[in-house]
Antibody, heavy 121, light 107 residues
Framework: EVQLLESGGGLVQPGGSLRLSCVAS????????MNWVRQAPGKGLEWVSL????????YYADSVKGRFTISRDNSKNTLSLHMNSLRAEDTAMYYC??????????????WGQGTLVTVSS | EIVLTQFPATLSVSPGEGATLSCRAS??????LAWYQQKPGQAPRLLIY???NRATGIPARFSGSGSGTDFTLTISSLEPEDFAVYYC?????????FGQGTNLEIK
């Protein structure tokens, strides 16, 4: 069974930094692209970032480009999101999501349970 | 970026009836559209990908159709567990984008 377990969320002041992690199990981690998707409280879904299976390519939403960095450690089955210069509008539940197939990066399934990031002074 | 507009925003339907949810793209996404279901307090779940393919384990009462800019998710006979928020999403062009969601509620 595929499992994704996020951690690292919490309360951070504007301008601060945070690192999210997602530990994966139940599949060959290195062969799948991985994504971060966020959801502000009471709002819809926003794709944040994608990293290919090898880690060789990364993609970002314009709203986080230059502030967030996605990375992965395939030896530890771990996906990370380094978030810098955090803003109030970054407050959201952050989900780690596996690409549904090895070819179609852009379909997300399954998702982790999420980790909540709150940016506030 | 490609904007996905879902309508209606809220749909009230009785259990056992059918439901049709719509998603319109601001430009063609060919067939690169998916549908997700999200229940309160839970992560989303993939229902349909490539416009009309059911994901693993998704019941046959869920079906998707459309291409280009207009897409539909149809639920043939609503079960109590189907009342949730549904999102469409495109992977045709970066950045990937989602619609704002349709809240399917019990009438």
């Amino acid at each position: 069974e595929v499992q994704l377990l996020e951690s690292g969320g919490g309360l951070v002041q504007p301008g601060g930094s945070l690192r999210l992690s997602c530990v994966a199990s139940g599949f060959t981690f290195s062969t799948y692209a991985m994504n971060w998707v966020r959801q502000a409280p009471g709002k819809g879904l926003e794709w944040v970032s994608l990293i290919t299976g090898s880690g060789g390519s990364t993609y970002y939403a314009d709203s986080v480009k230059g502030r967030f960095t996605i990375s992965r450690d395939n030896s530890k089955n771990t996906l990370s999101l380094h978030m810098n210069s955090l803003r109030a509008e970054d407050t959201a539940m952050y989900y780690c999501a596996k690409a549904y197939t090895t070819q179609a990066w852009g379909w997300f399934d399954p998702w982790g349970q999420g980790t909540l990031v709150t940016v506030s002074s | 970026e490609i904007v996905l507009t879902q309508f209606p925003a809220t749909l009230s339907v009785s259990p056992g009836e059918g439901a049709t949810l719509s998603c319109r793209a601001s430009q063609s996404v060919t067939s690169y559209l998916a549908w997700y279901q999200q229940k309160p307090g839970q992560a989303p779940r993939l229902l349909i990908y490539d416009a009309s393919n059911r994901a693993t384990g998704i019941p046959a009462r869920f079906s998707g159709s459309g291409s280009g800019t207009d897409f539909t998710l149809t639920i043939s006979s609503l079960e109590p567990e189907d009342f949730a928020v549904y999102y469409c999403q495109q992977r045709s062009k970066w950045p990937y984008t989602f619609g704002q969601g349709t809240n399917l509620e019990i009438k």
